[in-house]
């Protein structure tokens, strides 16, 4: 018997055109398995969407606030139906860099100082000694993020512009120099580490998702040492967060003798758009992207 599967994709956030795309991806793909597939595009009244389309699935295609910080997971659980990546608390946790943090570090991961600032705060004067970076403490795909250079003679103005909309509550942070690596976890397997090599300033949204925006570099040419404790801290990241499906952490790697490997954060809903990162590793391991999608749902996992 076909399975109904209903595709989350859009939403309320500033990452929505990055979901539009994500999302349709996915259907497509779930469409060609043999889903049943309807697509909705949620709005405050998701519970009524969801209520109409009664799927038996349901498949979260969703980015950023409203899509992957655990509010819409407390809409799916009261649904009821299995549905795909990570539950209530463990969205929450993630989108909350800074908490997600002082998580990451209790389970022996080295990550860069930081502390929450208010954006009006921060547009007034430096936080910290340049170089630093500064970014909305609960956005993905790099919305919002400034990297103020050294010798910078003013924080970024752009955070007490009135058309501002990514939130008061910044994280700053002690910026780290050298390499970004990335490493998707499936279920419990680390699937390899990529080196990003942004073709901008640094792998910024464009860098993410225009077309040649970066370089994947897979596997990395890193020291198999530095590969394998990076799989190793994604392991550790996806299991300390309790998350569930596919994740991935990224990783700034400095290559200078008082440097090493450092966890940035955990994605708990990496994109899965034609240039994201998650399936491309997943393709490199002979896991195709219709066969990831059908993967995920599968996957799916009950509320508790």
Not at 10 to 22: D, I, Q, T
Not at 37 to 54: F, G, H, S, Y
Not at 138 to 157: H, L, T
Request: aromatic share 8%; charged share 25%; with cysteine.
């Amino acid at each position: 018997m076909t399975k109904r599967i209903a595709v989350l994709l859009g939403g309320m956030s500033a990452e929505r055109p990055v979901s539009l795309v994500s999302g349709q991806a996915c259907a497509d793909a779930l469409r060609r398995k043999g889903w049943d597939v309807v697509e909705i595009d949620p709005t405050r009244e998701l519970a009524k969407q969801l209520a109409d389309a009664a799927p038996d699935v349901v498949f979260n295609g969703l980015h950023g606030e409203w899509g992957e910080d655990g509010k819409v997971q407390g809409i799916l659980e009261h649904y009821g139906a299995p549905y795909t990546h990570s539950g209530v608390l463990a969205s929450a946790l993630a989108m909350d860099k800074q908490r997600a943090k002082a998580v990451l570090e209790l389970f022996g991961a080295r990550c860069p100082e930081g502390k929450l600032v208010n954006r009006f705060d921060a547009a007034r004067e430096h936080v910290y000694e340049p170089p630093y970076v500064i970014k909305p403490n609960a956005q993905g795909s790099s919305v919002g993020v400034f990297i103020v250079p050294e010798g910078s003679n003013r924080p970024p103005a752009e955070l007490a512009a009135a058309e501002w909309e990514l939130g008061d509550e910044m994280l700053a942070e002690k910026f780290i120099p050298g390499r970004e690596l990335t490493v998707a976890v499936m279920g419990d397997k680390a699937l390899a580490v990529t080196e990003i090599i942004p073709k901008t300033r640094f792998y910024d949204y464009e860098a993410k998702y225009a077309a040649g925006g970066s370089v994947h570099e897979i596997p990395a040419k890193v020291p198999e040492a530095v590969a394998q404790e990076a799989k190793r801290l994604a392991r550790v990241a996806h299991e300390a967060m309790g998350c569930r499906g596919l994740t991935r952490s990224d990783f700034r790697y400095d290559e200078s003798a008082a440097g090493g490997l450092w966890l940035l954060e955990i994605n708990t809903q990496p994109g899965m758009t034609p240039t994201s990162l998650a399936p491309e590793q997943a393709a490199w391991n002979g896991i195709e992207f219709d066969d990831l999608v059908q993967w995920m749902a599968e996957d799916a996992s009950c509320p508790r």
